[in-house]
């Protein structure tokens, strides 16, 4: 017979310090846990008797419930004595708490994210969250032009609430772990096409941008199928069923010209948009460094003429040697190295170097600020290509075009894997082709 117990599993605890309670499988030397949805504090919990203290606000409640599930869960054990493993068992003892709803599953997962400091990733998996929200919610008798600005406006009111400090991502979480209006049931091939319509129609999303949202949900059904909240006969993604396609899309970087009528920009000195034109042009000498990880270069990361750094999205490491234009732009700003906290540009000087959520949000501001002089900038040297951050890294792929060794670039554009960079660089190599064009049509 398996043995059965509750307990606290604190390898998962939140930051306001509360953990989930769990059904503890034990059997055959395996154990599975089966979460029951209550979290308690470490202060709050006996883990000899396997019960709440009285500390705890509802106490008398929560133990008489965990005694009810302790006695379900046993009662199965008993009737399935020998005959299943502890898999089997929690399979069957999940059903007790009741399945977790989609959204609950998935605000688990985005706190997880949270709590890892991958700030990115949770909060573009909420912005799904809440689109997915809008279409469950929609009335299709409403008409478009009213469904679209209703659903500007309640994300205008959500900013707006974040910006004042009176609403942020754990209250968003929160708000989800108790939104039972989708199950996983419900999610099969004809809700995703309906959803696809619903980003195309009244979200006006791109088709890289749809197929992010169905990488989440598949993420999401595969996490709920490991932990048995619903069977894999209900994955919508499996076989003839729906398939997600991303597509690929053409990178346009700067040439040598374009280049070139950047770097002879004359702006005010300290001016927004000064330091914009400064940041790109570092972000181009450094092999297209992404912009986030400029904001937060430090002048602890130059060594020997070196710069010396990890970057953010990968945790890959590498060292450059500063390029005689790089280095002309940085001396501007050493005279202001202690003011500006470490960093060499000003944007984080107001921040604590070890609150990573703050350095997230501002290096985030930084960039949309950067976004809006790029173009401005783009005028002045009547450059018609859309001007952004990250069409630096585009901008060194295009220059480098043939001429260096793919193994090198690899190493350049800090990719794990070098097909990759082949790919990548197969966005700016047209020799081949052009030749081939040539040899047909000008016979």
Not at 362 to 380: D, E, G, M, V
Request: aromatic share 12%; proline share 2%; hydrophobic share 35%.
């Amino acid at each position: 017979m398996a043995a059965i117990k509750i307990v606290r599993r604190k390898n998962k605890q939140r930051k306001d310090g509360t953990a989930p309670l769990a059904l503890r499988i034990s059997q055959d030397y395996k154990t599975n846990y089966c979460f029951i949805g209550q979290y308690v504090l470490e202060k709050d919990w006996d883990e000899e008797k396997c019960r709440v203290k009285r500390s705890h606000p509802n106490s008398k409640k929560l133990n008489n419930y965990l005694l009810k599930k302790m006695t379900e869960a046993n009662d199965i054990s008993f009737d399935v004595y020998n005959r299943i493993s502890s898999k089997e068992l929690k399979k069957k003892v999940v059903g007790l708490g009741g399945q977790k709803s989609f959204f609950a599953v998935a605000a688990e997962r985005i706190e997880n994210k949270y709590n890892q400091n991958i700030f990115s990733v949770a909060k573009s998996e909420l912005s799904i969250l809440y689109n997915i929200e809008e279409f469950v919610n929609l009335k299709s008798s409403s008409k478009k032009t009213d469904v679209i600005n209703a659903i500007k406006n309640r994300r205008k009111e959500r900013i707006s609430k974040g910006r004042k400090h009176e609403f942020n991502l754990l209250n968003a979480v929160e708000y989800f772990e108790k939104n039972k209006t989708l199950n996983f049931q419900d999610i099969d091939e004809t809700f995703i096409k309906k959803y696809k319509s619903f980003c195309t129609i009244y979200l006006k999303q791109k088709t890289r941008t749809i197929s992010n949202q169905l990488i989440f949900i598949r993420t999401l059904f595969n996490i709920a199928i490991k932990e048995n909240n619903i069977g894999a006969k209900f994955y919508p993604f499996a076989n003839e069923k729906e398939k997600i396609r991303i597509g690929s899309s053409n990178k346009i970087g700067l040439t040598i010209e374009e280049i070139e009528r950047i770097e002879t920009l004359n702006f005010e000195k300290l001016s927004s948009i000064w330091h914009t034109h400064n940041v790109w042009l570092i972000a181009f000498y450094f092999a297209g460094i992404r912009i986030s990880d400029i904001v937060q270069l430090k002048w602890s990361d130059f060594k020997n003429n070196r710069l010396f750094y990890v970057m953010n999205k990968n945790e890959k490491p590498i060292s450059l040697k500063i390029p005689d234009k790089a280095a002309v732009i940085l001396e501007n700003y050493k005279e202001n190295r202690k003011q500006n906290n470490g960093y060499v540009f000003p944007f984080l000087q107001n921040t604590d170097s070890n609150n990573t959520e703050d350095i997230f949000i501002k290096t985030r501001n930084a960039t949309k600020l950067f976004n809006k002089y790029l173009k401005r900038i783009a005028l002045q040297c009547n450059i018609k290509k859309n001007l952004t951050n990250h069409i630096a890294r585009h901008s060194f792929g295009n220059i480098a075009g043939d001429r260096i060794h793919p193994l090198m670039l690899q190493k350049l554009y800090r990719h794990s894997d070098l097909k990759t960079t082949l790919n990548y660089q197969a966005n700016f190599i047209h020799k081949e082709a052009d030749e081939a064009l040539d040899s047909v049509i000008n016979f």
